[in-house]
């Protein structure tokens, strides 16, 4: 039986997770793509990559990076914006986990219970999750699998996410940094100044 | 109270260099263990042959270790303390069993769905009517799908290990789910053994919430409007996708905790002479039953190896098919009677005909390792 | 000083959804308002899905209008329509299952203790009738019979209103309900007084018809519960939709059972508690 990869969906009706057939998260140093180990260099370059390439990249930032909670968050936060800029991305906010009622408008935000609605709606390709935490992250990671075609990237500050195409783990300020040089760099190859 | 200083690395507690020996029983080793552990609150309930654990962990609160200590009203009702605890922020530790288990059922699940580390200890017997206060492990096969890690104990030296390390595995944050250290009542708590325990002044290193894959209960992280955890009920397809990936979420959390079994105990197995055409796979004191059956029949000329597994959930699926890949037969002697161990094995082996469910003895009763050889005896004329 | 956590992270202060700005710059974290000053500020409880005219719903608007320190306050509720309010409200609160709300609030409110010594947190049980006097009643006595710090407020609507309408031991003497299809057959459960025999050290019923006194009340509660013994105060917010009154007549149900002399505003205060309220109370002024 060939080996289970986490590609971009819409993947079915109930995909498994990913950790349940054979995906296992990275040691430090290294992160995942598509379901597979890699040195983390060769993450952020897909990364930096999948972003420059995309059509209409968005950036879903958590609560753990959306408030000013504790020290070092403020730093991270602008360097997401600067990162977002560089990639042309949009920003749209999952400012909370709850399932909310009576409706949401998946047009400004995100919601971790049915975040399909979000990346239909604005139809979105490629996105990012930094600052959600873990248990949420992976509910709507593999929600986004199951009936989506978007590519999704987790910047994680812990272990990581098996259901996103890329995880990154122990991700903080420097690896934000890391990925912005790296675009810049692949940008000047390409003769894009802007 | 011993004077204790905070572990930099949870090994310093684990591997200890000044191992120190105790003949001690089941509920005393789970005493050293939790003395060990830097937990923050303990909940009692009686129930036999639970209560003298936490009697004595209820000692480590008077003598100072652990900062708070009570008895709850209920199982259901301690269950549920400890969650608030464990939503609060600290690390807890319950124990239960039996009658205990049932009237406690309906939160082991809830645990697992909120994301919990509560490290519990089940110490089995029976449950049905006519009441009985006797070993019996068919409360596990009812446990078996709640969604927490479930170790088992063969005697006080792993209700000891397992038990302080359940920690290290139930607080990391891409597993952070309950776990349950079980152990056959009577037979494991109330009998001694020498145990080595860890130096007693050294205890592991604090829980952080901050590190939790879901926020602590305390108004002080965020997101501020937050519940753990709303009704997702809505009829609609995107209410039950939720409902659904959140539960694959708890399977993965489960399936997360096999690498960290390995690292703390060793696998989620044992095994002896595991090339041996016949392999009999136990858990709990039925391994220790076992090990005297082995003994008997090799002085007979039969080839027995022996298979603990140590972890139930998650399942050694892969380390079980391919162990029992070469084994003629597999025996698997149980101490209840459904046979859930059996039931386990049969499903995930190929050829399950080779798997003999039994023996089995249920209600208090004891296995004479002679049952064992009898059953080992029986697959022999099948092997030559 | 405002806590870090309602402080919106530089940059991200235009993508922010406007219920979350409003929070910041209009809520009542650390600030001083009650219920006078509704329609001033934004509230706590965002949109509900609750039905039209219920009396647990305002209860609800009035209570989290009314807390003494929202910043440093947990709520623990239980199952039935409050859970469903419950997502929308812009503090931490705990769904456990249903009538495990007090045992929920005990281990809780110690960890937090412990945790933050030198700073109250305010633990808040609310929860309704059938989960307090019914399926939790045991686990509500304990926490009581224990002492834990914590304050416990019953949203009574007199029946299991969110499994469709069903007796509960709330529920008026002779009310046709499902599940007592002939009346109910005995009194409400005498809750205020079993509070007070169990060790509550300030025990109230109010209702959401005089927001004043249901202030006082909520806010007596958790203030003795911080700091002298466990507190009860029951809240009497009839349900239209399983009473089958108009929604608009929910404040006028209440009036007609004080008038009747059914429904009466009680307190009781022990000593203690009345010396602490009568220091703190007086500070204030």
């Known amino acids: 039986m060939d080996s289970y990869r986490v590609k971009a969906g819409p993947e079915g009706y109930l995909p498994p997770a990913a950790a349940c057939v054979g995906i296992c998260l990275p040691e430090r140093g290294h992160a995942l793509l598509e379901g597979e180990l890699v040195p983390e260099e060769r993450a952020l370059e897909e990364?930096?990559?999948?972003?420059?390439?995309?059509?209409n990249p968005v950036f879903f930032p958590g609560p753990l990076i959306l408030w000013d909670w504790k020290e070092g968050v403020a730093e991270k936060a602008r360097a997401l914006q600067v990162l977002a800029r560089e990639v042309r991305a949009k920003i749209i906010p999952m400012p909370d986990y709850r399932p909310k009622y009576p409706m949401i408008n998946p047009a400004?935000?995100?919601?971790?219970?049915?975040?399909?609605?979000?990346?239909?709606?604005?139809?979105?390709?490629?996105?990012?999750?930094?600052?959600?935490?873990?248990?949420?992250?992976?509910?709507?990671?593999?929600?986004?699998?199951?009936?989506?075609?978007?590519?999704?990237?987790?910047?994680?500050?812990?272990?990581?996410?098996?259901?996103?195409?890329?995880?990154?783990?122990?991700?903080?300020?420097?690896?934000?940094?890391?990925?912005?040089?790296?675009?810049?760099?692949?940008?000047?190859?390409?003769?894009?100044?802007? | 109270m011993i004077e204790q200083r905070v572990a930099l690395m949870v090994d310093e507690v684990f591997q200890p260099t000044r191992c120190e020996s105790r003949f001690i029983t089941g509920s005393e080793a789970v005493k050293e263990a939790i003395q060990r552990s830097n937990i923050t609150m303990a909940i009692a309930y009686p129930i036999t042959p639970q209560s003298e654990s936490m009697h004595l962990v209820g000692d480590l609160y008077a003598e100072g270790y652990i900062p708070d200590y009570f008895r709850g009203e209920s199982e259901f009702a301690v269950m549920g303390q400890v969650a608030g605890a464990a939503m609060g922020g600290v690390r807890v530790f319950t124990a239960t069993g039996g009658p205990g288990t049932l009237r406690a059922f309906e939160m082991f699940p809830c645990?697992?769905?909120?994301?919990?580390?509560?490290?519990?200890?089940?110490?089995?017997?029976?449950?049905?009517?006519?009441?009985?206060?006797?070993?019996?492990?068919i409360e596990m096969a009812f446990l078996?799908?709640?969604?927490?890690?479930?170790?088992?104990?063969?005697?006080?030296?792993?209700?000891?290990d397992?038990?302080?390390?359940?920690?290290?595995?139930?607080?990391?944050?891409?597993?952070?789910?309950?776990?349950?250290?079980?152990?056959?009542?009577?037979?494991?708590?109330?009998?001694?053994?020498?145990?080595?325990?860890?130096?007693?002044?050294?205890?592991?290193?604090?829980?952080?919430?901050?590190?939790?894959?879901?926020?602590?209960?305390d108004m002080e992280g965020v997101p501020v409007r937050h519940m753990r955890d709303p009704f997702v009920m809505k009829s609609n397809f995107i209410s039950y996708a939720a409902h659904a990936s959140w539960q694959q979420e708890i399977l993965a959390a489960v399936e997360r905790s096999r690498k960290y079994v390995h690292e703390y105990l060793g696998g989620l197995l044992e095994t002896e002479n595991e090339e041996a055409d016949i392999l009999i796979m136990a858990a709990g004191t039925a391994v220790s039953q076992s090990r005297e059956a082995i003994q008997l029949a090799r002085a007979q000329g039969i080839d027995v190896g022996l298979v603990k597994i140590k972890c139930l959930r998650p399942f050694p699926t892969e380390e079980i098919q391919h162990l029992a890949r070469r084994a003629r037969a597999i025996v698997v002697p149980e101490f209840n009677r459904v046979g859930w161990l059996a039931r386990e094995i049969k499903s995930v082996v190929e050829d399950n005909s080779r798997v003999v469910g039994a023996p089995r003895v249920f209600g208090g009763m004891t296995m004479p390792s002679e049952m064992i050889l009898a059953q080992l005896q029986a697959c022999v004329p099948a092997t030559r | 000083m405002t806590k870090q956590i309602f402080r919106i992270a530089p940059g991200f202060e235009e993508i922010m959804p406007?219920?979350?700005?409003?929070?910041?710059?209009?809520?009542?974290?650390?600030?001083?308002?009650?219920?006078?000053?509704?329609?001033?500020?934004?509230?706590?409880?965002?949109?509900?899905?609750?039905?039209?005219?219920?009396?647990?719903?305002?209860?609800?608007?009035?209570?989290?209008?009314?807390?003494?320190?929202?910043?440093?306050?947990?709520?623990?509720?239980?199952?039935?329509?409050?859970?469903?309010?419950?997502?929308?409200?812009?503090?931490?609160?705990?769904?456990?299952?249903?009538?495990?709300?007090?045992?929920?609030?005990?281990?809780?409110?110690?960890?937090?203790?412990?945790?933050?010594?030198?700073?109250?947190?305010?633990?808040?049980?609310?929860?309704?009738?059938?989960?307090?006097?019914?399926?939790?009643?045991?686990?509500?006595?304990?926490?009581?019979?224990?002492?834990?710090?914590?304050?416990?407020?019953?949203?009574?609507?007199?029946?299991?209103?969110?499994?469709?309408?069903?007796?509960?031991?709330?529920?008026?003497?002779?009310?046709?309900?499902?599940?007592?299809?002939?009346?109910?057959?005995?009194?409400?459960?005498?809750?205020?007084?079993?509070?007070?025999?169990?060790?509550?050290?300030?025990?109230?019923?109010?209702?959401?018809?005089?927001?004043?006194?249901?202030?006082?009340?909520?806010?007596?509660?958790?203030?003795?519960?911080?700091?002298?013994?466990?507190?009860?105060?029951?809240?009497?917010?009839p349900c239209p939709t399983n009473f089958k009154f108009r929604p608009d007549e929910t404040l006028g149900?209440?009036?007609?059972?004080?008038?009747?002399?059914?429904?009466?505003?009680?307190?009781?205060?022990?000593?203690?508690?009345?010396?602490?309220?009568a220091a703190s109370e007086g500070e204030k002024r």
């Open chain 1, 47 to 55: 990364i930096a990559r999948r972003l420059l390439a995309a059509g």
């Open chain 1, 108 to 194: 400004v935000e995100i919601n971790p219970n049915h975040p399909n609605l979000t990346i239909w709606h604005n139809h979105i390709d490629v996105c990012v999750f930094i600052g959600v935490h873990c248990h949420y992250a992976n509910v709507a990671l593999k929600i986004i699998r199951g009936g989506t075609d978007c590519y999704t990237i987790a910047i994680c500050g812990e272990v990581g996410h098996e259901d996103a195409m890329i995880s990154l783990r122990d991700a903080g300020l420097r690896t934000l940094e890391r990925l912005t040089a790296m675009v810049r760099e692949m940008k000047r190859k390409a003769g894009d100044v802007g």
């Open chain 2, 111 to 137: 645990w697992a769905g909120m994301r919990l580390p509560i490290v519990c200890c089940f110490f089995t017997r029976g449950v049905n009517s006519p009441l009985s206060i006797q070993p019996d492990t």
């Open chain 2, 144 to 160: 078996l799908d709640t969604g927490i890690i479930m170790l088992h104990a063969e005697g006080a030296q792993d209700l000891y």
């Open chain 2, 162 to 217: 397992f038990t302080l390390r359940a920690f290290a595995i139930a607080e990391q944050t891409d597993v952070h789910i309950p776990v349950g250290v079980f152990a056959d009542g009577f037979f494991v708590t109330h009998t001694r053994e020498m145990v080595t325990v860890g130096p007693p002044d050294v205890k592991l290193p604090p829980y952080d919430p901050h590190r939790s894959p879901v926020p602590a209960m």
């Open chain 3, 18 to 237: 406007e219920e979350y700005r409003e929070l910041v710059t209009d809520g009542p974290y650390d600030r001083s308002v009650g219920v006078a000053d509704l329609g001033t500020f934004k509230e706590l409880l965002e949109e509900h899905p609750l039905c039209a005219g219920c009396g647990l719903a305002l209860s609800l608007r009035l209570f989290l209008a009314s807390l003494p320190a929202p910043a440093d306050t947990v709520v623990v509720g239980s199952t039935g329509c409050s859970a469903i309010a419950f997502p929308q409200v812009g503090l931490h609160n705990i769904h456990g299952l249903f009538g495990n709300q007090n045992a929920i609030a005990s281990g809780l409110k110690r960890a937090l203790k412990l945790r933050f010594p030198d700073r109250p947190k305010d633990v808040v049980v609310v929860a309704g009738d059938g989960a307090t006097a019914d399926i939790g009643l045991e686990m509500v006595m304990h926490s009581w019979f224990r002492a834990e710090n914590i304050a416990t407020v019953m949203l009574d609507n007199e029946a299991y209103a969110n499994t469709g309408g069903q007796e509960s031991g709330m529920s008026p003497r002779g009310a046709v309900l499902n599940m007592a299809p002939t009346g109910k057959k005995f009194e409400k459960v005498a809750m205020p007084e079993i509070a007070r025999e169990s060790g509550c050290a300030y025990v109230a019923v109010t209702s959401p018809a005089n927001a004043r006194r249901f202030e006082k009340a909520i806010r007596r509660a958790i203030l003795v519960a911080r700091d002298v013994g466990p507190t009860y105060v029951q809240v009497f917010c």
């Open chain 3, 253 to 277: 149900v209440i009036r007609k059972r004080e008038k009747e002399g059914v429904f009466q505003y009680r307190e009781y205060i022990t000593p203690e508690a009345q010396q602490y309220l």
